[in-house]
T-cell receptor
């Protein structure tokens, strides 16, 4: 399969804690993107990091990219109940987006 | 701007039937991609259309087809439905000028159940 892998598959933390999700991909990329999905609905784009970037921030989100290891991580700081969702990384080469299997994040009040 | 819209939202069909799903991209977006999401296989790319031409295609059988109209609206068709086609079908559009590289804006999806 061309799909990437995400780790962990599920993560449960307390509100206010930080959440870290990891993603690995298989082919060379132009960019890597992270998406959020709530309960089987459509995906929401969170952040995009280009292959020549190593780190990017957006609000409470921090993404890192290591092209030598073909891996990325998403850090959500100061988590909130509304962050409960599934998070997917998606690697993009010359053409299509290839999604990982996702991490199911649960924020406990 | 209105977001990506998909119709219908839910659909129940029986094996052997065919189905057509519709997607209207964000105004001004000319690229439309389709994905299938299942618990077992995750999110898989079906195809992408740009300016009424199929630009990319995923690894799905020929029963899955699509098209795009001059107003950028897109349809996908699945013929001879199988139980395994039960899935959430997601459509996404992307901003012009990105050459397909960049954020995808997803619709709410069509949930198809094949009995």
């Amino acid at each position: 399969s061309q799909q990437g892998e995400e780790d962990p598959q599920a993560l449960s933390i307390q509100e206010g804690e930080n959440a870290t999700m990891n993603c690995s991909y298989k082919t060379s990329i132009n960019n890597l993107q992270w998406y959020r999905q709530n309960s089987g609905r459509g995906l929401v784009h969170l952040i995009l990091i280009r292959s020549n970037e190593r780190e990017k921030h957006s609000g409470r989100l921090r993404v890192t990219l290591d092209t030598s290891k073909k891996s990325s991580s998403l850090l959500i700081t100061a988590s909130r109940a509304a962050d409960t969702a599934s998070y997917f990384c998606a690697s993009q080469g010359a053409q299509k987006l290839v999604f990982g299997q996702g991490t199911r994040l649960t924020i406990n009040p | 701007k209105a977001g990506v819209t998909q119709t219908p939202r839910y659909l129940i069909k029986t094996r052997g039937q065919q189905v057509t799903l519709s997607c209207s991209p964000i105004s001004g977006h000319r690229s439309v991609s389709w994905y299938q999401q299942t618990p077992g296989q995750g999110l898989q790319f079906l195809f992408e259309y740009f300016s009424e031409t199929q630009r990319n295609k995923g690894n799905f059988p020929g029963r899955f087809s699509g098209r795009q109209f001059s107003n950028s609206r897109s349809e996908m068709n699945v013929s001879t439905l199988e139980l395994g086609d039960s899935a959430l079908y997601l459509c996404a559009s992307s901003s012009p000028g990105t050459g397909g590289q960049g954020a995808q804006y997803f619709g709410p999806g069509t949930r198809l159940l094949v009995l």
